[in-house]
């Protein structure tokens, strides 16, 4: 069993930043992916960034340049800094861990860009 535990989402004006956190704990493997997830309203989950235990990335063509993943291995804790933020990236975010073949969820935490 996996716990994932975020936290940082809330109200920012565009062009503004925000950080997010997630922290993972119980049945962990040494090798691992973390990343992000969102949904918007209407709209189907999407990847948003993830990073492996090597520190190895990838992410969605939308937020490259602006948004950074890192992780750290100690803690087991991914964080996602989110810059240059626009209405668009108005979304529930979702923590993910992937390992041994299956996902471990948070259960999201809202980032809504608006004026």
């Known amino acids: 069993q996996v716990q994932l535990a975020e936290s940082g989402g809330g109200l920012v004006q565009p062009g503004g930043s925000l950080r997010l956190s997630c922290a993972a704990s119980?049945?962990?493997?040494?090798?691992?992916?973390m990343g992000w997830y969102r949904q918007a309203p209407g709209k189907e989950r999407e990847l948003v960034a993830a990073i492996d235990n090597f520190g190895g990335t990838n992410y969605a063509d939308s937020v490259k340049d602006r948004f950074a993943i890192s992780r750290d291995n100690g803690k087991i804790t991914v964080y996602l800094q989110m810059n240059s933020l626009k209405p668009e990236d108005t979304a529930i975010y979702y923590c993910n861990l992937y390992q041994g073949g299956r996902s471990s969820w948070g259960q999201g935490t809202h980032v809504i860009v608006s004026s």
């Open positions: 119980g049945s962990l493997f040494s090798i691992n992916v």
